[in-house]
T-cell receptor, first 117, second 111 residues
Framework: DADVTQTPRNRITKTGKRIMLECSQT?????MYWYRQDPGLGLQLIYY???????NKGEISDGYSVSRQAQAKFSLSLESAIPNQTALYFC????????????????FGEGSRLTVL | RKEVEQDPGPFNVPEGATVAFNCTYS??????FFWYRQDCRKEPKLLMS???SGNEDGRFTAQLNRASQYISLLIRDSKLSDSATYLC????????????FGKGTSLLVTP
């Protein structure tokens, strides 16, 4: 089984619909992230969470919200989807060193491909 | 200006060739550096960390130049299976930051 699991893997929806992408992990990591990837734009950070009570906006948080339901679960919501949110979305986790620094190794889920018509 | 910049390529090289990618970063407070590999339609995976003294892992060599704020990845004796996108990743010092990804450099190794 994958250490970082995303559902759904593929979703087609219409403009204005509410969409939730879910992520769960078995790595025991405190840090979780949501990225989107568009051709030619690379990975862009949407939101990240360093523990259950911590939520931080990334580069492109507008139009998105997140919920950290537990250490192992971090969901991304699009309250009213629009076509330019069509992208490949990745959830990732990472550990931290004893000093609290990022270890640098992110473990990604397999991605959720979202199409908004 | 994007904090981490890479030449998107594509780099088309024949099998057996040596190829090098560079990546520049804008924040001099950056403390740790990595190369990730991403295959088409797959998730990125850590290829190697980049240490100040440079480091090697088989056919792959990573170098860091702090004065000029760039890191490099050298691939020797390219294999068809090296075809992928290589992402440069930079981490600012401090626990409050997430990693910054470059847009990636595409490599195609041909027979």
């Amino acid at each position: 089984d994958a250490d970082v699991t995303q559902t759904p893997r593929n979703r087609i929806t219409k403009t204005g619909k509410r969409i939730m992408l879910e992520c769960s992990q078995t790595k025991g990591h405190d840090r979780m992230y949501w990225y989107r990837q568009d051709p030619g734009l690379g990975l862009q950070l949407i939101y990240y969470s360093f523990d259950v009570k911590d939520i931080n906006k990334g580069e492109i948080s507008d139009g998105y919200s997140v919920s950290r339901q537990a250490q192992a679960k971090f969901s991304l919501s699009l309250e009213s989807a629009i076509p330019n949110q069509t992208a490949l979305y990745f959830c990732a986790t990472s550990g931290a060193s004893s000093s609290g620094e990022n270890t640098g190794e992110l473990f990604f889920g397999e991605g959720s491909r979202l199409t908004v018509l | 200006r994007k904090e981490v910049e890479q030449d998107p390529g594509p780099f088309n090289v024949p099998e057996g060739a040596t190829v090098a990618f560079n990546c520049t970063y804008s924040n001099s407070a950056s403390q740790s550096f990595f190369w990730y590999r991403q295959d088409c339609r797959k998730e990125p995976k850590l290829l190697m960390s980049v240490y100040s003294s440079g480091n090697e892992d088989g056919r792959f060599t990573a170098q860091l130049n702090r004065a000029s704020q760039y890191i490099s990845l050298l691939i020797r004796d390219s294999k068809l299976s090296d075809s992928a996108t290589y992402l440069c990743v930079v981490n600012l010092r401090g626990s409050g930051y997430a990693l910054n990804f470059g847009k990636g450099t595409s490599l195609l190794v041909t027979p």
